[in-house]
């Protein structure tokens, strides 16, 4: 049953949002000096006591060793159309999908890197291309989950905090993860740094992404409010941001999709996979991605053409070459010794033109940016829609491609809510592949 929507909070506008010069540190994640700090100096006493026993304790934001799996091989490809073999997904029978396994094993995604776009000519003659290498997910394995319920504060929600559970079970049990390497942030916590704060949220996403390599596959999930706020930078073409809000939002504000982007997907280097769900309102472009596919096929996606012809001609070689060392800020680095000052810059300014990136980044998020995402009922236990679709159809056939896997969720939604699931990524998508994680 629907119950409330993850849409903004309806308070004033929190101050002390996004603040563009922040400049975040890519070092691990560490413990804070001292003691524990006092429950009133984050404001802590505002939230009501936690109910029921405290979640299964852990390492907190650990280092344990990696954990491999067994890779995928096969028929390697370098396009991007999808073949017509489709399967039909509404079954006809109130928008439940076709639950029966496939008569054919999707691809695996090649192991090979993948050139796209307008190619030019580097500093050495040499022609050069944009490229991105998909991950095997045979590497190491780590995740962030964050439910926030808001508990005690206005438009408290239901199920982000057992949807953050959830998720957690389904990447042990389907994919291989393991508990110590998944972090929880959900405010019924009785530990402070499990508590979705603004900068605890961000502290953990640092963690996340350190150290990661080639063939790791790294989960970020959120269920919570999500909402928009005016664009600063000029580079969302509504004029807006999207945004979450962490449980002492009001004190310390939103997260921005931009500040996302800066700390989850800058710092991966090529064929490492972040994949990261939004279960919130307005949540469509949450990560800032260029790419975005729905089940009417690809939406949108960056005109790289035009941005090189705006005299970032070599602004593109350093930024190819700088994604083989997987960080924007080494490739700057690298290249300013034949390069000015000026075109160095152009080569940042190029990267966050385009939103590109050598590694392999998706996100599935519950709506549009326009839309709503709603807190529901499933099996008797309040949860978030996009999560509860993600989960069960993946449950039923692991085994599916990108394309089937979009409209599947779709159909378990269509007939309940109106909300249209959408899956962005840092690149072109061949979504005949098998989507692993």
Known sequence: MWNENYGPPSY???QGGYNPSY??????YRAPPGPPPESEEYGYSRYPSPRGPPPQSYDPYGFPPPVSREGYTGEEHHHYHHHHHREEYDS??????ASAAPTYRPRPPPS???HYGPRFLGPDQNEMQPYFKYSQCNGRKKALCIGINYLGQDNELSGCINDAHNIRNFLCTQFGYREEDIVMLTDDSQHHRQIPTRDNILHAMRWL???AQTDDSLFFHYSGHGGQTPDKDGDEIDGYDEVIYPV???????IVDDLMHEIMVKPLPAGCRLTAIFDSCHSGSALDLPYMYTTEGKIKEPNLAAEAGQGLLSAVSSYVRGDERGALESAIGIFKSFMGNSEA???????????????DVISWSGCKDSQTSADTQEDGRATGAMSYAFTSVLAKNPEQTYEQLLNNIRAVLRNKYSQKPQLSSSHPMDIDIMFIC
């Open 23 to 28: 400049a975040p540190s890519y070092g691990g």
């Open 112 to 114: 090979e890197h993948q």
């Open 92 to 97: 006809g029978n109130g928008g439940e999908y």
């Open 209 to 211: 992404v350190n150290e």
């Open 248 to 254: 002492d939002y009001q004190e310390s504000g939103h």
């Open 12 to 14: 004033p506008n929190p």
């Open 345 to 359: 810059q152009e080569a940042n300014q190029y990267a966050q033109r385009t939103r590109t990136s050598p590694a």
